[in-house]
């Protein structure tokens, strides 16, 4: 994997959603992941993309959405950024507690922490920045999460 | 690939054949519609093939667990049918696998509606 960035800024529509899981997914093959990895990347960039665009910038044609990809020698970082309010991470429920098994909403953080080895949120008045690690193969990383 | 639901009877059972992806947007508006449809013709038997949905977002885990309430509210069953391996473990990992009927097998998943 050599050093590589590369970034998009993106309309808040739908669009940028499947724009923004393209590009994980041949940036991900690009960089030596293997088929469920490139998945597993994919599918956590389209969800934090479906969170910058719905719940972030709620659709707000004058606002954008930001999304860099970088490779590094050992990871693929992916920095995805919306200029909503901030997401309030008190508020984010555990989908896995039987009270919200049947809920139809609510899983696309948990999904995004099962797929990348590290995942790191800031949120602030000015927007909400989410930062998704994958290691190069046979890298781990000695925590799986790591939210701020 | 977007996604089509096409549907057949078979012994008081509507067979729901989905294909594509079910994510936010087309594909989540297409299976709450077919459902619907069914359940306003009262066809409250649903019996979802997923053999060739590929893809399937939260948005469409949570389509799937509407449709699952939906239907049992209005006093029917939803079942699925044939999952490909990455529905397998998505619902696996958000621990719906046990909360839907999941069947691999049309005839055998047809009897178990009651």
């Known amino acids: ?148 | 690939m977007s996604m089509k639901c096409s549907n057949r009877q078979v012994d008081g059972v509507t067979i729901v054949d989905c294909s594509g992806r079910i994510t936010l947007g087309e594909g989540s508006v297409i299976l709450r519609d077919t459902v619907r449809e069914l359940l306003s013709k009262g066809q409250k038997k649903i019996l979802l093939n997923l053999a060739d949905v590929n893809y399937i977002d939260s948005s469409g885990i949570g389509e799937l667990v509407s449709a699952f309430t939906t239907v049992r509210n209005q006093g029917g069953e939803l079942k699925l049918l044939n999952l490909t391996k990455k529905v397998h473990d998505l619902l696996q990992i958000t621990k719906l696998y046990t909360v839907f009927d999941v069947k691999d097998e049309e005839a055998a998943a047809v009897k178990a509606f009651s």
């Open chain 1, 1 to 148: 994997m050599t050093d590589h960035r590369v970034s998009y800024t993106l309309d808040s529509t739908l669009e940028t959603v499947d724009s923004a899981e393209e590009a994980a997914s041949r940036i991900a093959a690009e960089s030596g992941f293997d088929e469920d990895e490139v998945m597993q990347i994919s599918m956590a960039v389209r969800e934090a993309a479906v969170n910058a665009v719905l719940h972030g910038n709620a659709y707000d044609p004058g606002k954008k959405v930001s999304v860099d990809f970088e490779r590094t020698g050992h990871d693929l970082v992916i920095t995805i950024r919306d200029q909503g309010k901030g997401l309030d991470l008190s508020k984010i429920p555990d989908p896995l507690a039987p009270e919200n098994l049947l809920k139809t909403s609510g899983r696309g953080i948990f999904l995004i922490r099962s797929f990348m080895d590290e995942v790191h949120i800031h949120p602030s008045q000015t927007g909400t920045e989410i930062k998704l690690v994958k290691h190069v193969h046979g890298q781990t990383a000695g925590g799986k999460e790591a939210s701020q």
